[in-house]
């Protein structure tokens, strides 16, 4: 598909830059995309994905990293080649000497190649660590704080057709393509440096930046593609089409794909909800978008305003209920089959526990794999507070009750839910992390009082957006909205001092 990407690509940058009649694609070949053609600071892309109260977010993030991405899509989706031009800024405090990212493909079951390394146009040598899931660019006479360095790299994937690893975040299977984390992603780099390791096989992978992201994505025509972000242009010529989006500010870039996706969606004033599943889930769809509007309404009065003007509602075949990504949420095929009383349940509690990820993990950053309980605690709390406020006293004491069965998986024992997710075993995990994390801001609640409670959260979303959370902060705003000392609740929850 190469020279048709190139020729497909011109067609738009033509069309986009002047009035004229556009060629042909055979007549215009494109080039590679020139880095130095690229205005990084430029943001009006990004502001259609932007309700009006997110949009100065756009100059606050002068600093976020700003990721410019080609995906070529094979016709079997079982694997692809890239391009990739990234700006990294150094808004740390100490000269960087390297850059790491993370090729996660060589730990979820496929492959990634990197080739054509550049940094700043000099072409550049990189080592591997992690079992190739970690690629470290050496930065030759440092990068200083304030200072921005252009990194370019041409990748290949190969995509797994098995949901072994995971849970399947990125496999082709059951003729959908989920295409999670397929990209070199730059690590973060915190109070301990570049934060990089293997992540457990229970939890998330992902400890990311708030970045921008524009894509264009070449893909066969018949396939329906969902992704982060919005829509900026497409295209079609011969049995192709050129997808492009731009996302932004995101934690992550995400793609699904299938030729048996149909179509729901449905406007709730600055924002769209659409729903992606197979033919003969109709109402399953429906059930989700009315769900997730629910959802968005309910946390955007609680805690912010939900930033995105589109949330998608993808179903894979992924083995987890649910996988959460900026602006995107995948829900697992089977469950969109609401013949039955449980299997509804089952939809309604994993649409708004992955809607409420929206706040927290892509709105307020944390370390997923060393303090899980930041997001999946916090968000199955969240989802408490729905099911408080969409049907009463009655469905808190039930989704409390659902809580405390979890829980009860380890017998009730106190261990401490700030663990890591490695420190966990299987059962422990979900037993803690979902079950007496989530009874934590329960008991929480109960020390501050509610209205200092629900005070500190909402100003915990608005001191944070689009930056990263740490248990410290937490407790320290929490203090601040009750003026009392949580010491005991957090050692004896948090941390079993």
Same mark, same amino acid.
């Given at each position: 598909?190469?020279?048709?990407?190139?020729?497909?690509?011109?067609?738009?940058?033509?069309?986009?830059?002047?009035?004229?009649?556009?060629?042909?694609?055979?007549?215009?070949?494109?080039?590679? =995309?020139?880095?130095?053609?690229?205005?990084?600071?430029?943001?009006?892309?990004?502001?259609?994905?932007?309700?009006?109260?997110?949009?100065? #977010? $756009?100059?606050?993030?002068?600093?976020?990293?700003?990721?410019?991405?080609?995906?070529?899509?094979?016709?079997?989706?079982?694997?692809?080649?890239?391009? =990739?031009?990234?700006?990294?800024?150094?808004?740390?405090?100490? =000269?960087?000497?390297?850059?790491?990212?993370?090729?996660?493909?060589?730990?979820?079951?496929?492959?990634?190649?990197? %080739?054509?390394?550049?940094?700043?146009?000099?072409?550049?040598?990189?080592?591997?660590? *992690?079992? &190739?899931? $970690?690629?470290?660019?050496?930065?030759?006479?440092?990068?200083?704080?304030?200072?921005?360095?252009?990194?370019?790299?041409?990748?290949? #994937?190969?995509?797994?057709?098995? =949901?072994?690893?995971?849970? !399947?975040?990125?496999?082709?299977?059951?003729?959908?393509?989920?295409?999670?984390?397929?990209?070199?992603?730059?690590?973060?780099?915190?109070?301990?440096?570049?934060?990089?390791?293997?992540?457990?096989?229970?939890?998330?992978?992902? /400890?990311?930046?708030?970045?921008?992201?524009?894509?264009?994505?070449?893909?066969?025509? !018949?396939?329906?593609?969902?992704?982060?972000?919005?829509? +900026?242009?497409?295209?079609?010529?011969?049995?192709?089409?050129?997808?492009?989006?731009?996302?932004?500010?995101?934690?992550?870039? /995400? $793609?699904?794909?299938?030729?048996?996706?149909?179509?729901?969606?449905?406007?709730?004033?600055?924002?769209?909800?659409?729903?992606?599943?197979?033919?003969?889930?109709?109402?399953? %769809?429906?059930?989700? #978008?009315?769900?997730?509007?629910?959802?968005?309404?309910?946390?955007?009065?609680?805690?912010?305003?939900?930033?995105?003007?589109?949330?998608?509602?993808?179903?894979?075949?992924?083995?987890?209920?649910? +996988?959460?990504?900026?602006?995107?949420?995948?829900?697992?095929?089977?469950?969109y089959d609401i013949s039955d009383e449980i299997t509804r349940n089952y939809l309604e509690s994993t649409v708004v526990h992955e809607v409420g990820h929206q706040w927290f993990? &892509?709105? +307020?950053?944390?370390?997923?794999?060393?303090?899980?309980? *930041?997001?999946?605690?916090?968000?199955?709390?969240?989802?408490?507070?729905?099911?408080?406020?969409?049907?009463?006293?009655?469905?808190?004491?039930?989704?409390?009750?659902? $809580?405390?069965?979890?829980?009860?998986?380890?017998?009730?024992?106190?261990?401490?839910?700030?663990?890591?997710?490695?420190?966990?075993?299987?059962?422990?995990?979900?037993?803690?992390?979902?079950?007496? !994390?989530?009874?934590?801001?329960?008991?929480?609640?109960?020390?501050?009082?509610?209205?200092?409670?629900?005070?500190?959260?909402?100003?915990?979303?608005?001191?944070?957006?689009?930056?990263?959370?740490?248990?410290?902060?937490?407790?320290?705003?929490?203090?601040?909205?009750?003026?009392?000392?949580?010491?005991? #609740?957090?050692?004896?929850?948090?941390? *079993?001092?």
């Open positions: 598909m190469k020279k048709i990407l190139a020729s497909i690509l011109s067609l738009g940058l033509i069309a986009i830059s002047c009035t004229f009649p556009s060629p042909t694609p055979e007549s215009t070949p494109l080039p590679d =995309l020139d880095p130095s053609t690229i205005d990084w600071d430029d943001r009006s892309i990004y502001r259609a994905g932007l309700v009006p109260s997110a949009q100065p #977010v $756009l100059d606050a993030l002068a600093g976020a990293s700003v990721y410019h991405m080609d995906l070529d899509l094979a016709d079997d989706l079982l694997s692809l080649t890239g391009t =990739l031009n990234v700006r990294y800024t150094n808004t740390e405090n100490v =000269l960087l000497n390297e850059i790491q990212f993370r090729l996660f493909p060589n730990i979820l079951g496929g492959t990634m190649q990197i %080739s054509n390394l550049r940094v700043d146009e000099s072409p550049a040598d990189a080592r591997y660590d *992690l079992n &190739n899931s $970690l690629m470290i660019v050496p930065l030759v006479g440092g990068l200083q704080p304030g200072e921005n360095i252009i990194v370019h790299m041409d990748f290949s #994937v190969e995509i797994p057709d098995s =949901l072994d690893l995971n849970y !399947g975040v990125l496999a082709y299977a059951e003729g959908v393509l989920a295409l999670a984390h397929a990209y070199p992603m730059i690590s973060v780099y915190d109070d301990e440096g570049w934060n990089a390791e293997i992540p457990s096989q229970d939890g998330d992978l992902i /400890y990311a930046d708030s970045s921008f992201y524009r894509v264009r994505v070449l893909a066969p025509k !018949g396939l329906t593609l969902v992704t982060s972000g919005v829509e +900026i242009d497409r295209l079609e010529a011969g049995q192709d089409q050129v997808l492009t989006v731009a996302a932004g500010p995101t934690r992550d870039f /995400y $793609l699904a794909a299938s030729s048996v996706y149909q179509e729901l969606s449905q406007d709730f004033g600055d924002y769209t909800i659409r729903s992606y599943a197979p033919s003969g889930f109709e109402h399953g %769809s429906q059930t989700a #978008v009315e769900i997730a509007a629910r959802a968005v309404e309910i946390f955007s009065t609680r805690y912010a305003q939900f930033p995105y003007t589109e949330l998608d509602i993808v179903a894979t075949p992924t083995r987890a209920l649910g +996988i959460e990504y900026p602006g995107i949420v995948a829900i697992t095929s089977w469950t993990y &892509n709105l +307020i950053g944390s370390d997923q794999l060393d303090d899980p309980w *930041l997001d999946e605690a916090l968000t199955q709390f969240v989802t408490l507070q729905y099911y408080a406020d969409e049907y009463g006293a009655q469905g808190e004491e039930g989704f409390i009750a659902s $809580l405390e069965s979890r829980w009860a998986r380890v017998e009730y024992s106190t261990i401490p839910i700030g663990l890591p997710v490695a420190r966990y075993s299987g059962v422990e995990y979900g037993a803690i992390v979902y079950g007496r !994390g989530p009874l934590f801001f329960v008991e929480l609640r109960k020390s501050m009082g509610s209205e200092a409670f629900d005070a500190f959260l909402r100003e915990y979303t608005g001191t944070l957006a689009w930056e990263e959370a740490t248990p410290e902060i937490l407790q320290s705003l929490a203090e601040k909205n009750c003026s009392c000392d949580l010491d005991v #609740v957090f050692n004896d929850w948090v941390y *079993l001092k």
